[in-house]
Nanobody, 119 residues
Framework: QVQLVESGGGLVQPGGSLRLSCIAS????????MGWYRQAPGKQRELVAG???????NYADSVKGRFTISRDNAKNTVSLQMDSLKPEDTAAYYC?????????????WGQGTQVTVSS
């Protein structure tokens, strides 16, 4: 069982930046995928950014060019750099990891961290 703990959320003005971090209790080098999801009130959880085991990344159209995901296997950390934040980025952000082992996918989730973009 892997525990994921997010940090770095908070209140920021439009146009500002935040950096979210997700620290895993175990090695993330075995994770086939790690990503950040977000969920705003009344909306479905959506994938914001993902990175796989060979550091290939993908982003939601709404954040392309503004958000950057990265992983540091040595520190068991995946980060999300968020720049040029907009009010519509306000949501709870969740770290996700997927481990593929013996033909089975094991998903893990963090507890979430709140990001609020407001003046």
């Amino acid at each position: 069982q892997v525990q994921l703990v997010e940090s770095g959320g908070g209140l920021v003005q439009p146009g500002g930046s935040l950096r979210l971090s997700c620290i895993a209790s175990g090695s993330i080098s075995s994770m086939s995928f790690m990503g950040w999801y977000r969920q705003a009130p009344g909306k479905q959880r959506e994938l914001v950014a993902g990175i796989n085991s060979v550091d290939s990344t993908n982003y939601a159209d709404s954040v392309k060019g503004r958000f950057t995901i990265s992983r540091d296997n040595a520190k068991n950390t995946v980060s999300l750099q968020m720049d040029s934040l907009k009010p519509e980025d306000t949501a709870a952000y969740y770290c996700n990891a997927i481990q593929y082992m013996d033909g089975t996918l094991y998903p893990y989730w963090g507890q979430g961290t709140q990001v609020t973009v407001s003046s």
